[in-house]
């Protein structure tokens, strides 16, 4: 009988061989360089801010300065759970990517 390895036995074969690291889900890359909504101002100092992306609202921080809400941001790439954006004032309409 040939069975495919369970959740135990995959987890216990990546620590055994070692491998770390971290690699980019699909749903990133799709999200790179997308005009989103700002709904709740973004600070580079924190993570308090939040956009829409995909008719979802995330946690969001600024690369570079402060954007209040209902402007227009662009998503660099994804921290964790929270989305870095900048500014976008340019030609596109939300969810368009640029």
């Known amino acids: 009988m040939n069975r495919k390895p369970g959740l135990l036995g995959r987890l216990k074969r990546a620590l055994l061989s070692g491998e ?3 690699e980019l889900e699909d749903e990133d890359l799709d999200a790179f360089g997308t005009i989103v909504e700002v709904v709740e101002s973004i600070d580079p100092d924190n993570t ?6 995909r008719g979802t609202t995330w946690n969001a921080t ?8 209902g ?5 660099v790439y994804r ?5 870095v954006v900048d ?4 030609p596109g309409e939300l969810g368009e990517k640029v």
């Open 20 to 22: 770390r690291g971290y």
């Open 62 to 69: 600024s690369v570079s300065e402060p954007i209040e809400a």
């Open 87 to 90: 500014p976008y004032d340019g």
């Open 48 to 53: 308090r801010g939040r956009i829409m992306l």
């Open 79 to 83: 921290d964790n759970l929270v989305w």
């Open 71 to 75: 402007g227009r941001a662009r998503v």
